[in-house]
């Protein structure tokens, strides 16, 4: 199958142990594009809520529609409620309504950020949300000599592209800060025959949380994002 699919297979993968583990109830997806994510979401069982956040609004209020349900979805009856938010706003800001989360997903995000909202980003996610699991995906630049025509990036909007050094770097130097959590960094979709030392096309970041949350200070505890849609199953 295709990269794209195996990243989602694969965060799909670590709900269900995540579930197994004690619940994996409620979900933030940030950078959620198109939206594509939602149909693994829905089949995790045991799933509460689900909330797609992004910082395109257009793209929100195109692609939101997706979480609406299919006919398909009133024929077999949830054991459980199931709430889905679209928010608009960004990774790098808080918003109260997703603390609580068990799995925050970021695939394919950190690329298309700023030096600003990168450097952010962490208090965000491991300072307030504390989810007991965050998953990160990313190019691996160390593979990009494996695209013949490919000149700079792999996308327009990417503002950089990592070698496997500097994301593990990164995500070690982010449980050194947030002493809460571990960390494994893998890869995903290896390359031909003869390319391993190359490692794989996409680099995963899963953080695991150790210990219990730490408190919030009540100046975080704001609806900062704007909903674009929210629908009750
Ligand atoms: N996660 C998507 C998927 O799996 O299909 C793909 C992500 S797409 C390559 C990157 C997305 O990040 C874009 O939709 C972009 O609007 C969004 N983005 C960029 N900066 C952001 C920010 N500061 N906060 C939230 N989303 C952001």
Redesign the pocket.
């Known amino acids: 199958p295709p990269v794209y699919t195996q990243r989602y297979s694969l965060t799909a993968r670590i709900f269900e142990q995540k579930k197994l583990l004690g619940g994996c109830k409620k979900i933030v997806d940030?950078?959620?594009?198109?939206i594509?994510?939602f149909n693994y979401v829905k089949q995790a069982e045991g799933v509460e809520e689900y909330i797609a956040?992004?910082?395109?609004q257009e793209?929100l209020n195109r692609y939101s529609c997706r979480v609406l349900p299919l006919t398909f979805d009133y024929l077999s009856d949830r054991t459980h409620p199931f709430n889905v938010k679209v928010l608009c706003g960004?990774?790098?800001e808080p918003d109260s309504r997703l603390f609580g989360t068990d799995v925050v997903v970021a695939?394919?995000?950190i690329e298309?950020?700023y030096p600003e909202?990168l450097e952010d980003l962490p208090f965000n996610i491991f300072g307030l949300i504390q989810p007991d699991v965050a998953v990160f995906t990313t190019p691996n630049s160390d593979f990009n000599v494996l695209f013949r025509d490919l000149i700079g990036f792999r996308h327009d909007d990417h503002k950089f592209e990592w070698s496997r050094e500097q994301f593990k770097d990164w995500a070690d130097n982010l449980v050194v800060r947030y002493p809460n959590y571990e960390v494994e960094v893998s890869g995903i979709g290896p390359g031909p025959p003869g390319s391993e030392h190359l490692g794989c096309c996409t680099q995963i970041a899963i953080f695991f949380r150790k210990g219990p949350r730490n408190h919030i200070d009540d100046v975080y505890c704001k609806e900062t994002y704007k909903l674009i849609r929210n629908v009750d199953y």
């Open positions: 940030f950078g959620c594009a198109e594509a994510l956040v992004d910082i395109d793209l960004s990774v790098a695939i394919e995000l298309h950020l909202p």
